[in-house]
């Protein structure tokens, strides 16, 4: 998009905010529960439409290795060059586990995959913040932020999610996570005065 003068970008602006109201509509029509949960189907499909934008925004990339360091090209590539293209939907298909992994593997993919990765990850907040603003705006009429919790609460939710995490941690065989170590320093921070 290419804005020609403040006209036309306060024009630019305006219909992107009408185009989120119109997507916050039809989201809540089709799910009205959304703002409680997402059925899965649901968080599935405004994944691959948020994928689908974020790729065309940053479309994949073409490196070659060069003495074991993936660089881009910056002309003619040599025949006989390793070429790997990463793309987001190429550094989103590793499982998490697989994607840790080549951290000893291949160091350099790695880094290169986790630009892409980190680069989705907070596209994908940030649009699905706007969206689901708009639809709590469409829904309650308020657009402020839900209240800061006090300090004792947002400890309780903490530690709730860090005993979660700690838990699929074990199931995933992570050696690091100890449930039963985590567990005795959640009863001394609970009985400390």
């Given amino acids: ?41 649901v ?26 360091n993936l660089v881009i090209p910056s002309g003619k590539v040599p025949e006989k060059a ?12 590793y499982s998490q586990q697989a994607f840790g992994q080549l951290r000893n593997s291949d160091p350099e ?7 892409r990765r980190k680069m989705w990850i907070k596209y994908r907040k940030n649009r699905k913040d706007d969206l689901f603003r708009a639809i709590r705006f469409l829904v ?3 657009s402020s932020k839900a209240p800061v919790d006090n300090f004792d609460v947002y400890i309780v939710k903490h530690i709730d999610s860090a005993l979660t995490r700690c838990k699929n941690s074990v199931a995933r065989g992570d050696a ?18």
């Fill in 1 to 41: 998009m290419t804005i020609k003068s403040f006209k036309d970008a306060a024009y630019q602006a305006a219909k992107g905010s009408d185009s989120i109201e119109d997507s916050a509509r039809f989201v809540f029509d089709k799910c009205p529960t959304v703002l409680e949960s997402i059925p899965d189907d």
């Fill in 43 to 68: 968080k599935t499909e405004l994944d691959e439409g948020w994928m689908l934008r974020h790729n065309e925004k940053h479309p994949e990339k073409l490196y070659i290795r060069v003495d074991g």
């Fill in 82 to 93: 390793e070429r790997v293209v990463v793309s987001v939907y190429s550094a989103m298909s």
């Fill in 109 to 115: 993919l790695h880094r290169v995959v986790s630009e």
């Fill in 140 to 142: 309650t009429g308020e």
């Fill in 176 to 193: 690091t996570a100890d449930l039963g170590l985590l567990e005795k320093q959640i009863k001394a921070f609970w009985s400390a005065k």
